[in-house]
């Protein structure tokens, strides 16, 4: 029997207003999050729009407390809602983004709830740290179905505003972007297959970062774990072994992107909403 929050979404723009782990608002909070309802360029499977209200209900059926951190009513942490999105246009969701970080300009740590992973190039730009990206793929692409901003492009503009850029986790690619990866200074390429490899050498090279950006898509996980995302890839890692390499990670702004409910009875969104403490973890 599903849970009445968790079954299968046939109409997920019904769902009520709320807010992340409503017991948490502080307008005065250390933690912003907000969310990025786009999928706009989505190619595969449509529907991440509507992750941050389905993560919202989520959040309602979990206890305060859980392996990660001990007592999330203590912190300092509140939901500013969704950004307004009325247009598919990519430049138009990252402008929107960007105009509403500005009125988020005093806090200091900021984590985005996607949508598509593109929401991560204007999140970014807020900071000169090194973007840390989880993900099967490896959004290099220069264009994508004529696109200069999209899901598959977003690494390569981010690369291209002269942060360094680590991707971990990927396992399909088109041959051009992995080439342009390869040959980039400023960009590190690690395999799902290196992860399981080689831990100890991946975990040091993420933490010699003293800080760092770091964006979840969940794709990264092996559809065994994570069923219900826009892009699906065989072979990928485990949540245990995306704690196991960023646990020593401090972290200075994030996001966890590409949930698409509605493909599983719901198990996709609980990982992803445990893992949003998991990044309050990374903070704090």
Do not use: Q
Not at 104 to 129: D, M, N, Q, Y
Not at 196 to 208: A, F, G, M, Q, Y
């Amino acid at each position: 029997m599903f849970h009445p929050l968790l079954k299968p979404l046939n109409n997920p723009e019904n769902l009520p207003k709320s807010e992340f782990f409503t017991f948490l608002s502080d307008p005065y909070a250390k933690i912003a999050i907000f969310g990025v309802p786009y999928d706009g360029t989505s190619t595969l499977r449509k529907g991440s729009r509507y992750a941050p209200g389905v993560m919202r209900e989520v959040s309602k059926c979990l206890w305060e407390g859980n392996i990660f951190v001990e007592d999330v009513t203590s912190l300092s942490v509140s939901d500013f809602g969704d950004v307004e999105i009325n247009s598919e246009s990519p430049e138009d969701m990252i402008r929107k983004v960007r105009e509403f970080l500005d009125k988020l300009s005093s806090f200091k740590h900021i984590i985005a709830i996607g949508g598509e992973h593109l929401i991560t190039f204007p999140v970014s730009l807020r900071t000169t740290s090194p973007v840390i990206s989880f993900d099967a793929h490896l959004d290099l692409c220069n264009f994508y179905e004529g696109k200069k901003f999209s899901h598959a492009t977003v690494m390569r503009r981010i690369a291209e505003t002269g942060k360094e850029v680590v991707i971990v986790g990927f396992r399909t690619f088109h041959p051009e972007e992995l080439s342009y990866g390869k040959k980039s200074e400023n960009i590190t390429l690690i395999s799902s297959k290196e992860v399981l490899e080689n831990p100890k050498e991946v975990n040091s090279i993420l933490k010699s970062f003293e800080r760092s950006y770091l964006s979840l898509d969940l794709d990264v996980f092996d559809p065994a774990y994570a069923p219900s995302v826009s892009t699906p890839e065989s072979f990928g890692i485990s949540p245990w072994d995306f704690i196991k390499l960023t646990e020593e990670l401090k972290i200075e702004h994030g996001d966890i992107v590409e949930l698409c409910p509605g493909y599983d009875a719901g198990e996709t969104a609980i990982l992803a909403v445990y893992l949003l403490t998991y990044l309050f973890h990374l903070i704090e």
